[in-house]
């Protein structure tokens, strides 16, 4: 049986030994991802969301970050994160 991304989120961090993850974590994850592929390549996108765990930094934060550097590689005319 195939699980929906809420229940396949739920069990997976049951079987880590961690608390389900918010609905507003999830989103800002998405985003972190988002901000990642538009300034990078699609694949940064789960290994930038990878490495802001290891950081152990909250998620705004490693959101603020990867929104920051993007801004700063970004040529002019360029929009990360704003879709």
Not at 21 to 44: C, N, P, Q, Y
Not at 62 to 80: I, V, Y
Request: one cysteine or more; proline letters at 5%; glycine letters at 8%.
């Amino acid at each position: 049986m195939a699980f929906d991304t809420r229940g396949w989120l739920d069990r997976y961090a049951a079987e880590l030994g961690l608390t389900p993850i918010t609905d507003e974590d999830i989103e800002m994850l998405l985003a972190l991802a988002g901000v990642a592929a538009h300034a990078s390549e699609r694949k940064a996108a789960p290994v930038t969301c990878y490495l802001a765990a290891r950081s152990g930094a909250p998620i705004a934060e490693a959101f603020a970050t990867a929104q920051r550097l993007a801004d700063e590689l970004a040529e002019p005319g360029d929009q990360h994160g704003t879709d």
